[in-house]
Each structure stands twice: as C-alpha cells, then as structure tokens.
C-alpha cells in the first residue's frame, strides 16, 4: 500500500518534468502550427551541457540551469530562421520535414562527436524518508524547479507585454499584425522559448536518470503524449498531461519490462488522439 | 496491343530494369553489382514511400518498418523452418502487407502530422516487440548459416541470384507506382493529397483508399528486406529498424520530386551515386546522418518539388512523356 | 411527387451554440428549393448535417428512402448527393479536368476511369469551363473556382445538387451567366437546393423556399408567400435594404 503510494508520488515528481519538457513543444506548437521534431535533440542538448558543466567542469549541476537557459534560447531564435521561418503558414508536413532534417544534422553531429555511450551525472541531494521508502533528492528539487519554470513561463505569458504578444500572435496573427505587433520577431522568440524549456527540462532529466545522446527520441515520444494528454497549444494543461505520464509510468513501472513502457506510451498517444482529437484537457485549440 | 504497352513511360520503366539486370553482368562486374544492389534498394523504398508521400500526402517517417519486420519473417522461416528463399519472401511480403492494412485502418484515422508522429511510434513498439521476441533472439537477432547458400549453387551464384531478384522488386515498385498513378485508386490518393474533406465530400472513400495504400506500399519493401537480411545472413533490431534508412528513402524522394516516378528512381540513384562517393572518403563516413540532413533541409526550403520539378519546368513536353 | 429528401426534427449544437434546433422539412423530386436566411441562421451547417459532414444529435435525416443519418459524407455522395461549398475547395494542383473527373469517378456511377473523362468533359461544358480544362483548380479566378465546384459536383451526375452561394463574389454578368446554368441543370432532372443571399435571383429561381432564423423554421412557401410573410420580414428588418428587396424580388 505505502509503496504504491510512494510509487505515486515519485511518478508526480518526475511527472512534473515530463510536462515542463512538453511545454516547449506545446508552446511552439500552439504558436505557429509547427510542430518541432527537434525538440528530442534541444532536450538531449541540455543533458550534455549538463555533463560538461558539471562533470567536466566541475560546476554544481543546477548551476548548469542558467547558462543552458540562455544558450538554448539563442539557438531556439537560430533555429526558427534557418529551418521554420520560411515554413509559417505553408502546410505543416514541411516544417515537420525542416525540423526533421536539423534533427539529424545535430544527432549526425552529435554521435560524431560524443558516441552513442551511456552517460551518468550524479547528484548528492539527501531524500526525503517516508516510513521504509525514501524519495531521492533529486526528484524533489527537480520536480520543484520544473513547477517554478513553469510558474515563471505562466507569469511571463499573462503578464509581460512581451508574453501577452505571444499569447495575441498564438490566438489570430494577422490580427496581431494589425495592431501593430512586430509577429516575425514573436514568433522567434516564441521558438527561442520552446527550445530553452527543452533545454531546462533535459538539464534536470540528466540529474535524475543516466542517458545516451539518442534519448531524445524517447523523451521526445513522451513530450507529444503528454501534449495529446494536455491538449495542444496548452502549457499550463502539459503540466497536467505530464503529472498523468508520471503517474501512469509509477503505476506501469514494476509490471513491465523497461523497454515496453515506451511502447505503452506510444499505444496511449494513438488511442488518445483518436478518442479526443483536441487533447484531453483541452478545452479549445489556442487556449494560451 | 493493350493500352499500357502503347505508353512511353512503360518502355522507360522496362529499359531502366534491363540497363540494371545487364550492365554488372557484363565482365562479372561485382563492385558495380553491389552498387547498383543499394541503388536498387533506394529505388524500392523510396518509391514506394512515395505513394504515400507523393500521392497522398501522408509523411511516413516509419517506412523502415516494413523492411525490417520483412526480413526478420524472411530470415526467421529460413532458419527456423528451412522455408525456401522464395517462399519465405512472398509470405513475408504479404503478412507485412496484411499487417500494414490493419494498422492502416487504426492510425490513419490521425490526420496530416498525427498521422507523421505516429509513425514514429510505431518503429519504437515494433522494435520493442523484436527485442522481447524470444524466437527472434532478442537483441541477439539471427544468424544464418552459410549452408543456407547451397541450395542457390553456393554463395557467388547466390549473390548474383540475390541481385537479380532484387532488381526484379525494384522493377515490380516502378510498376506498381506507375499503375497506382494512372488508375483510379491514383486519382483518388492524389485528391486526398490535395485536400482531403473535400475528396471524401466528393465520394473518395477516404479510410479505405488510406489504409490500401499504406498497405501497398508495404508488401514491396518487405520483400526487399527480406532479400537485404537474407544477403547478409544476419539481422538485429537495431539494423532492422534503423531510421536512418527510412530517412534516407524520406530524402530520396524529395530529391526527386515527390509524386513523381522517375523523380524518385532518379533522386534514388543519384544519392546512392553521393553517398558511395563520401563513403569512401574517411571524414565523412560518420555523418552520413548529417549529409542526409543537410540535403534535405536544402531540398525543403528551396526546391520542394524536387529535381522533377525543375525538369518540367525547363522541358514542360517532359511532363507528358515521364511520370 | 414523392419526396426525394426529408429532414425530421434535426438538431444541432456546437458548444452552447443551438446552430439547427428540431428542423423538418422536405424536398420533392425535380424542385429548386431555396433556403434563405440571416447569416448564422444555420444554413451552411444545414449542409454539413444532409452531405454527413456533421452528425446530428438528433433527428433523423432520409435520402431517396434510406436512413443516411450518420453516415459517412462518401457514402452519402455515391447515393448521389452532390455540392458545392461557399469557400472553395478545388484539389488545388490537379486541373480542372482532374477535379471533375474525381468528381465522375466517385460519385453516384462510380465511372472507370475512361468513361468518367466522358462524364467530366461534359460536365465541365455545362459550367462553360471548356477553355480551362486544362488549368491547375487553384489558378482560377473566383468565378472559375465557382463554376469548378459546380462542374465538380455535376460529374457526379447527383440525384440531388446542394448549392452553397455559388453567386457570391460574381459580377452581375457572370451572376447571370450562373443562373442560365442552374437553370439548365434542373432540365436535366436534377433536384435542387440552393442557399442564396442575392434575393433577386433566388425568388426567380426557385418553386419553394425555405425560411431559417437562429437555426429555426421560419416559414416555408412560395416565394411569393414568403417574401409576404410578416414574421420573415420581421427577421431582416435589421436589414432594411435585404426586406425591401425581399418584397420587390417577385
């Protein structure tokens, strides 16, 4: 009983990262129609500058969070102009083509450079003991850290003129071009944004499971679940989707062999959209 | 003489298959053979992916999916069975294929990207299944013996024999990509590619027309991996479903221009063309990942319709001859 | 006359919107039946629940005699109901030859391919397309993509033709080049329903007309009656212009 309990509550705790990856995708998502096939590689990109950082150079890990952050923006900005920029408002299989193919010039590169190793970054935070379990530090702060970025994305969207810019571009753009808001540059930095919480939340997966340069695609899967589960275009409903992937792994997890979890995921991501075309929680398309 | 036999492009077709079956047979050229072997092999894959891609617009990032699960039944009734070659090919080209309309019929009622993404997924749980499949050998994949080339008069005959069906299968997916074109299961895909509410709104049994399709273009690429594992006497899940070959039929046929059947044979064999040229040289024989990247994101963004594309709109008499 | 389609008590809701609430009606054989109203009374989601698009919630909806409620929207074109649509749908990069051949081949005979380039070429001179037969759909002009939808459901040789604001967006020549051709399609024996905003030409040009308003029956009658009835000149009274029209169209 308690360990299924505890087995919740883990799943929560990872789950609140899962929903912080997916808002990346969901955000660019929901801003310009594009869905970004990169964002497996942005997410494995902030596990090995995590590495770097902290293995290599010996910074304490989640001091890695600002630098790949910022980093991760500039390259999100990069990217719109060499591969989506050219794509807004054409049919959406090409910028899924677009953003492909910078998937594989970078996991190219990557397996190039670094090999397809397993790589581990450990994390010393004393866990919280529950009678005879005991949740690792790392799950706690991480799960913490993504509620706080997702908190500050939340704000940054309501409340800044900036963000408000996002959310007006994201509801009718021609609209927004009208009354005068520069789109082009709110649609740069709408995938800046998407591609730096990719970054965040690959920094904090790296502090809580070990990963191989072509975890991407895993964690990519499980991004667009968590974006069906959540509903598209909906950052705040990721959050929920992600809560509801970890559970569901919680719950799966001491059932079945590792490598079926995926598969279960993938069958969940199919029967879903089938069942709800819009998302689960969805309440309309562009509720941002 | 019947309609088909009095079209150019069907001539063009049948010369292209004998300028394959030939030119390596000449002075038992067997570098040139094994060349023309992956060209071949582009040139399936990649045509028939373009039946979805080209026709019906449907992006199918898995197709690599129907070639390995292909060799895998291939190699695995060879070996565990002792089925001939020849048996072992067709049923697994059809189980594929029957395989690939039931779940046609689930995933293609996910439209346009969903439809993409799922896809993805589904490389992931069949190469999940292989991997946990014990009669497949797990992680482990099969082996097979050498003796299994004796039968095919030991192992140098057995190559070309190899050979020879393969550039049959190819043959077989020119046709079968031309006559999907100019039937009337075509017309029907390529409204669907157009715009596909108004197909169904104009009678187009959409759900049907999709899942044939996707099974179609299933039953070919199948065959060929059922021949390709076949030819190395070994397959593993990871070769098996490696999406850098899917990607690579991806890029083959927008080099080519999809939706077109030369585009794609053309593009097919100019990559391979490429890619044996960088291969041999040792810098970039790791980023083949990255030149298949580099192409296509060039191809996308300024050449969507692909080297046909050009040609019809330099020689637009071309358009009528070449399809 | 028998009744070719008959709508019992059909309802729809999108949301909290009641777009068609407990609508009946029928059309008979061989009539042009105009359906008219405000905008957002209904009309063109009336469309979308005969050709299958949407399903209602409820209400049952009969074609030639068979329960078509529900069903798919390529079903319901092969009994042979056709349309065109208000926004444009040609299949953008196939020519206008292609198009209504698509239109022939799926449709109520279900053509080989041969024969439906017969059904298609005639079809595409009915709709006075001949010269751009050849064109790529999304290379027309408006009225080209206008006179391509109604070519396109005509190869389909339907039983019934749903018409969705063909007039719209033409000039007064090209109007009344569009009216010759409606009326030329009911010589053929084909039924007729048509929603039309031009007043003028949908009183000349139907036997009966059916009023909407909030997705409600307003009236039904001839257009003469119609354009008499109080209540229905109550509801385009925000409209002065299109009541007055109402009155002096027949």
Request: hydrophobic share 55%; proline share 4%; with cysteine.
């Amino acid at each position: 009983m308690l360990g299924t309990l505890a087995s919740i509550i883990d799943g929560v705790l990872v789950g609140l990262v899962y929903g912080l990856a997916a808002m990346g995708l969901t955000l660019i998502w929901g801003v310009m129609d594009v869905i970004n096939l990169t964002h497996g590689a942005m997410i494995v990109g902030g596990m090995f500058a995590l590495y770097m950082l902290a293995s290599a150079l010996g910074l304490p890990p989640y001091l890695a969070l600002p630098p790949v952050l910022i980093g991760a923006f500039c390259i999100g900005i990069l990217l719109y102009w060499i591969a989506i920029h050219r794509m807004v408002g054409r049919p959406p299989l090409m910028s899924l083509l677009s953003t492909f193919s910078v998937n594989l010039v970078l996991i190219g590169i990557g397996t190039g450079v670094w090999g397809t190793a397993l790589f581990n970054v450990e994390v010393s935070v004393p866990g919280i003991s529950m009678g005879r379990y005991t949740f690792p530090g790392a799950h706690i702060v991480a799960a913490v850290l993504a509620a706080v970025v997702a908190g500050a994305l939340y704000f940054f969207l309501h409340h800044t003129r900036l963000g408000k810019s996002v959310r007006a571009v994201a509801n009718n753009r021609e609209a927004a071009e009208l009354v005068g808001i520069p789109t082009t540059r709110v649609l740069a930095v709408s995938v800046g944004l998407g591609v730096a919480l990719a970054g965040v939340s690959g920094v904090l997966i790296g502090t809580l499971f070990p990963f191989t340069l072509l975890s991407g695609d895993g964690y990519q899967l499980k991004s667009f679940v968590v974006t069906v589960l959540g509903g598209f275009g909906n950052p705040v409903g990721a959050l929920f989707g992600g809560v509801a992937l970890g559970l569901l792994e919680g719950i799966v997890t001491p059932f079945v062999p590792v490598s079926w979890t995926l598969v279960i995921e993938f069958v969940l991501f199919v029967l879903v959209l089938i069942a709800f075309p819009g998302g689960v929680f969805a309440s309309r398309r562009g509720a941002l | 003489m019947p309609p088909l036999l009095r079209r150019p492009f069907f001539w063009i077709i049948a010369l292209v298959i004998a300028v394959f079956a030939i030119a390596p047979a000449i002075g038992n050229n067997v570098e040139l053979r094994e060349s023309l072997l992956l060209a071949a092999l582009y040139i399936t894959l990649a045509s028939n992916l373009n039946v979805m891609l080209g026709y019906t617009g449907y992006v199918n990032f898995g197709s690599i999916v129907f070639f390995g699960l292909g060799g895998y039944l291939c190699v695995w009734l060879v070996s565990s069975y002792a089925w001939p070659l020849g048996a072992s090919l067709l049923v697994a080209g059809i189980a594929v294929g029957a395989l690939a309309l039931i779940f046609g019929l689930g995933i293609l009622r996910l439209r346009g990207a969903f439809f993409a993404l799922a896809t993805i997924g589904i490389v992931e749980a069949v190469q999940a299944f292989a991997e946990n499949f014990t009669p497949w050998g797990g992680s482990a994949g099969i082996y097979l013996s050498s003796a299994i080339f004796q039968p095919m008069g030991g192992p140098a005959r057995a190559l070309w024999s190899i050979y020879f069906l393969m550039v049959a299968v190819m043959g077989l997916s020119l046709y079968l990509s031309y006559l999907i074109k100019i039937s009337k299961f075509g017309l029907g895909l390529l409204a669907i590619g157009q715009n596909e509410d108004a197909a169904a709104i104009l009678g187009v049994p959409t759900p049907l027309y999709k899942a044939l399709a996707y099974s179609a273009s299933a039953f070919l690429p199948a065959i060929a991996g059922g021949l390709y594992f076949f030819k190395s006497a070994f397959i593993q899940p990871s070769d098996a479903f490696d999406l850098t070959l899917s990607t690579e039929a991806l890029v083959v046929a927008m080099l080519g221009g999809q939706g077109t059947v030369t585009g794609v044979a053309l593009g097919a064999y100019l990559y391979e063309e490429l890619r044996g040229y960088l291969l041999t040289s040792e810098t970039f024989s790791n980023f083949q990942l990255v030149l298949s990247g580099v192409l296509l994101l060039l191809i996308v963004l300024f050449f969507p319709s692909g080297l046909m594309g050009w040609i019809y709109s330099r020689f637009p008499c071309a358009r009528k001859v070449l399809e | 006359m028998t009744a070719l389609l008959e709508l019992h008590n059909v309802s729809k809701r999108f949301g909290g919107l009641q777009a068609l609430r407990e609508l009946s009606f029928a059309i008979e054989e061989g009539e042009i039946l105009g359906l008219i109203g405000p905008n957002g009374a209904g009309k063109s989601t009336l469309f979308n629940l005969i050709n299958g698009v949407y399903t209602p919630d409820s209400g049952r909806i009969v074609f030639r005699g068979a329960d078509i409620t529900g069903e798919k929207p390529y079903r319901i074109a092969r009994r042979g109901l056709a349309r065109t649509h208000q926004i444009v749908q040609p299949l953008s990069n196939m020519t206008v030859l292609e198009n209504c051949m698509v239109g022939a081949c799926f449709g109520r005979e279900n053509l080989p391919l041969a024969r439906a380039d017969e059904a298609a070429r005639d079809a595409i001179a009915v709709a006075g397309l001949e010269e751009r037969a050849g064109t790529p759909g999304i290379q027309l002009t408006i009225a080209g993509k206008k006179r391509l939808e109604l070519a396109r459901a005509l190869a389909a040789s339907p039983v019934l033709l749903l018409l969705d604001e063909v007039l719209a967006g033409l000039n007064p020549t090209e109007v009344e080049r569009m009216i010759g051709v409606i009326r030329r399609i009911r010589e053929r024996g084909v039924t007729v329903l048509i929603i039309e905003h031009l007043m003028q030409a949908i009183m000349s040009l139907s036997d009966r007309i059916v009023v909407l308003n909030f997705g409600e029956k307003l009236a039904e009658g001839m257009p003469a009656e119609v354009a008499r009835n109080a209540q229905v000149i109550e509801a385009y009274l925000g409209d002065p212009r299109l009541a007055a029209e109402l009155q002096s169209g027949t």
